[in-house]
């Protein structure tokens, strides 16, 4: 069901949609272009709500390389990134394949298709991780999201894949409405490097990053000298044993 505040693609021309379209400058060729690709991936409406802003329209996300915002395909809601005509990159094809490949073992939002300028995914409704410990209080609740943290950055480090932002991910980890962490943006991803989704989220949550400052005082069970040791025998070893000897140290 389309809400209200979805604009058909025929409305896109007007300012400020535009621009937002094709952020941070619209010029006629591109718009143009972009409005056939929207339309050849089926996208019926662009809906314009969120926490963030692009002069001044409510939208999901804005980053280095997309402006994040709510579409429809087939009367669906879903997420639609689109690329920045700034953009450090040319296309949406690497991130979709990396995402393709962490959706092959159930991680990420689904990818639902790709053109030159737009990846359309699964839409997570739901809060960024700080601002969702924020809201928590439950400490089981916290327990089982990182946890569940923990179990998708190993799943992915056994198949090769580097998130490489999850070390510093304040924007990177969304929590849905029924408390199931998603990890988003597979745009930096790689096959090509050393996987280690493992100690980068460890590092995040519990040792130095924004997380585990937040959560000092609920943290302060942790040991971090034995988790940073653990840490470390698991970046040579990379076993279960070694990953499930940190599940205990941080989590369980
Ligand atoms: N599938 C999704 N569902 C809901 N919100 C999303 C989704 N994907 C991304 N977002 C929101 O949009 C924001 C920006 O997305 P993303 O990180 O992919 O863009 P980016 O341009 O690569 O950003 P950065 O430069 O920070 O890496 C996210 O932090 C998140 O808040
Ligand atoms: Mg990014």
Redesign the pocket.
């Known amino acids: 069901m389309k809400s209200a505040l979805a604009l058909a693609l025929e409305r896109l021309g007007e300012e400020p949609y535009a621009s937002v379209i094709c952020y941070p400058r619209s010029s006629k060729t591109e718009l143009k272009k972009r409005l056939v690709e929207l339309q050849r991936l089926g996208v019926e409406a662009i809906e314009f709500s969120?926490e963030?802003r692009a002069f001044n329209v409510p939208?999901?996300?804005?980053?280095?390389?997309?402006?994040?915002v709510?579409a429809y395909l087939n009367s669906k809601k879903?997420?639609l990134?689109i690329r920045?005509v700034d953009?450090d990159r040319s296309r949406m094809q690497q991130?979709a394949k990396m995402l393709k490949k962490a959706n092959s073992v159930s991680i990420g939002?689904k990818f639902l298709g790709v053109s030159e300028n737009f990846l359309l995914?699964?839409?997570?409704?739901?809060d960024?991780l700080p601002l969702w410990l924020e809201k928590r209080r439950e400490e089981a609740v916290i327990r089982k999201v990182f946890r569940e943290l923990l179990q998708q950055s190993w799943c992915l480090d056994k198949i090769g894949l580097d998130h490489g932002?999850l070390s510093h991910a304040p924007?990177?980890i969304?929590i849905d409405l029924e408390s199931r962490p998603?990890l988003?943006?597979f745009?930096?991803a790689s096959v090509n490097r050393r996987a280690s989704n493992v100690t980068s989220i460890c590092h995040f949550l519990f040792v130095g990053g924004m997380v585990a400052k937040m959560l000092t005082e609920r943290l302060s069970e942790i040991d971090k000298n034995t988790l940073i040791e653990a840490l470390r025998l698991h970046k040579a070893e990379r076993s279960r044993e070694s990953f499930e000897r940190i599940l205990r140290l941080c989590v369980l």
């Open positions: 969120g963030k939208i999901l996300g804005k980053g280095c390389v997309g402006i994040v709510i879903i997420a990134k920045r953009a991130e939002p995914m699964e839409f997570v409704d739901g960024l932002e924007k990177h969304i998603f988003v943006d745009e930096t």
